[in-house]
Nanobody
Framework: QVQLVESGGGLVQPGGSLRLSCAAS????????MGWYRQAPGKERELVAD???????LYAHSVKGRFTISRDNAKNTVYLQMNSLKPEDTALYYC?????????WGQGTQVTVSS
């Protein structure tokens, strides 16, 4: 059983920055790939960024160069640094992992980009 708790969302103006955090329970965090996803109203949930246990990263084209995913295995935490935010980045952001063939999701943290 893995529990994920996101934090760090909020309201920010276009061009601003936010850093999201996702704290994971469990003893095997360093063995998990971790992903950030987002879902805007009326749209499907989409992958934003992913980081493997060996720190290989993957980004959606829409965020490449603006967002950075990182992980701190000592703190069982994955981060998403979001810079140069745009109104179209507004969404509920979730972190996700998989263990023993099962997917685990956090409850999400809202990011709103608006002037």
């Amino acid at each position: 059983q893995v529990q994920l708790v996101e934090s760090g969302g909020g309201l920010v103006q276009p061009g601003g920055s936010l850093r999201l955090s996702c704290a994971a329970s469990g003893s095997f965090f360093s063995l998990y790939a971790m992903g950030w996803y987002r879902q805007a109203p009326g749209k499907e949930r989409e992958l934003v960024a992913d980081i493997t246990p060996s720190f290989i990263t993957l980004y959606a084209h829409s965020v490449k160069g603006r967002f950075t995913i990182s992980r701190d295995n000592a703190k069982n935490t994955v981060y998403l640094q979001m810079n140069s935010l745009k109104p179209e980045d507004t969404a509920l952001y979730y972190c996700k992992t998989q263990s023993s063939g099962r997917s685990y999701w956090g409850q999400g943290t809202q990011v709103t980009v608006s002037s």
